[in-house]
């Protein structure tokens, strides 16, 4: 009986350790996203493109340059790619306001926003200290949390803070009893699938490489090479292996013994294209971002544009914003216009104010040319329907009023009355 040990020692060599060395190793999610790549970009492409064109803070134009100086925008960003990573992402606000991080937020003395630290909620846990007014909104709510600092190289540390300093970007929606963590808005990854879908697709990366090296396998038909393993001449087998590798390489030709043969058999690759592309259309369809905005591809086919699936990622992007950072964002622009400094400002500026992001995607010149186009005719319409109206017993008054209200021809809404500081005690 032949020693199969002999035998892949004289025919794989050196090889044969290399070969056990291989592998796919099994990453954890954190570990996957920190090597970068795919991983990564499932992760961020999202909340990267859903601030990529800056905000703008409509009826105060005093808050933009507070929000550059507090990198608002890369803060929210990193909390919401965190909280797609890991369910959770939470931004501290570190203020000058006369008080600790355990004690609520002083409105009525908020000098000056310090700093923004964003946290994962793997970072932040609920204390035992809850509200406890049941006719309150946030009865049962944590009242303090306990947040852990891992800088690497340094000894982990952790504070407590209040929840009126601690802005959520919560992660995708959790049924109640599967919240372990007692944080309410606490929720699931939401790359945790396409995690999976990823290493499917690795492996098939793998499998379709090692198909590959193997698309041409050289046989080599030796006279007596089972004698000489019994004997344990190993050795001199692979050394009559080696040197016919070496000469093909070497000259594109083999010379061998009158009684051995050497073939070279090619493997059939069809088919891994194909699959391969599934593997990707399974990526995209657990992440929700099409196959062209995750791998780079162009749309293929006949009059194919990708203007749909481009269409359709813009739409995530700005449903995921309108639910993720718009609260966080409302937050600390109320925060921002409560400090000393701008509530006292006395520069006229109304408490009428909004969000308005701008458009994803650019809008072409003709594009723009055709909305001012209809924004003009249905104000003109709207200009007939009012001095008719004005000519049928509307008063002038009442006619100026309704275009104040509606911000028409430059007119400023009158404010609501609500100051600065009662508004980010609300929010």
């Known amino acids: 009986m032949m020693n199969q040990d002999g035998y892949l020692s004289a025919v794989l060599g050196p090889a044969m350790h290399d070969l056990a060395a291989a592998g796919f190793g099994a990453l954890d999610d954190l570990a996957m996203y920190a090597e970068g790549g795919l991983p990564a970009r499932v992760v961020d492409v999202i909340p990267d493109v859903a601030v990529s064109r800056g905000v703008e803070i409509t009826g105060d134009d005093r808050v933009g340059a507070e929000l550059d100086r507090l990198k608002v925008l890369p803060a929210l960003a990193d909390a ?48 035992e200290k809850r509200y406890s007014d049941p006719n309150e909104a946030n009865f049962g709510m944590p009242e303090v949390y306990r947040v852990r600092t891992q800088t690497p190289g340094a000894v982990a540390a952790e504070f407590f803070v209040h929840e009126s300093r601690l802005i959520e970007v919560p992660g995708d929606p ?30 098939g ?26 004997t344990q001449l190993e050795h001199v087998v692979r050394k009559r292996v080696e040197m016919v590798d070496a000469v093909r390489n070497a000259l594109n030709g083999v010379a061998v013994d009158s009684e051995d043969d050497y ?11 194909d699959t391969l592309a599934e593997f990707q259309i399974a990526v995209a369809a657990e992440t929700g971002i099409p196959v062209p905005q995750i791998f780079g591809r162009s749309a293929s086919g006949l009059n194919a544009t990708g203007d749909g699936d481009l269409e359709g990622f813009y739409n995530t992007v700005a449903m995921g914003r309108e639910v993720k950072i718009n609260p966080a964002l409302e937050r600390l622009v109320s925060l921002i216009r409560a400090q000393r400094g701008l509530a006292t400002a006395g520069d006229g500026q109304g408490e009428a104010w909004s969000i ?61 009355g609500q100051s600065a500081k009662s508004y980010a005690a609300a929010t």
């Open 80 to 127: 919401w790619r965190w909280a797609r990573l890991t369910g959770g992402g939470a931004i501290v606000v570190i203020a000058k306001d006369g008080r600790a991080l355990r004690d609520p937020l002083n409105l009525e003395s908020l000098d000056r926003l310090e700093e923004l630290k964003v946290f994962t909620l793997d970072d932040v846990s609920a204390t």
């Open 174 to 203: 959790l049924p109640a009893k599967l919240n372990r963590k007692g944080i309410p808005w606490a929720g699931r990854p939401a790359v945790t699938r396409a995690f999976r879908a990823i290493r499917r697709y690795g492996e």
């Open 205 to 230: 990366l793998h499998w379709a490489l090692r198909l590959l090296e193997k698309k041409q396998q050289a046989v080599h038909k030796m006279k007596g090479l089972a004698e000489a393993i019994e």
């Open 263 to 273: 073939q070279i058999l090619s493997s059939d690759m069809g088919g891994v294209k």
């Open 356 to 416: 308005t992001w701008p458009a994803l995607k650019p809008a072409t010149a003709k594009e723009g040319a055709e909305v001012r186009k209809t924004l003009a005719e249905a104000q003109a319409r709207e200009m007939d329907a009012l001095s008719g109206a004005v000519d049928n017993g509307l008063s002038q008054d009442q006619a100026f009023r309704y275009m104040k209200q509606e911000g028409l021809y430059g007119l400023i809404p009158d404010a609501d």
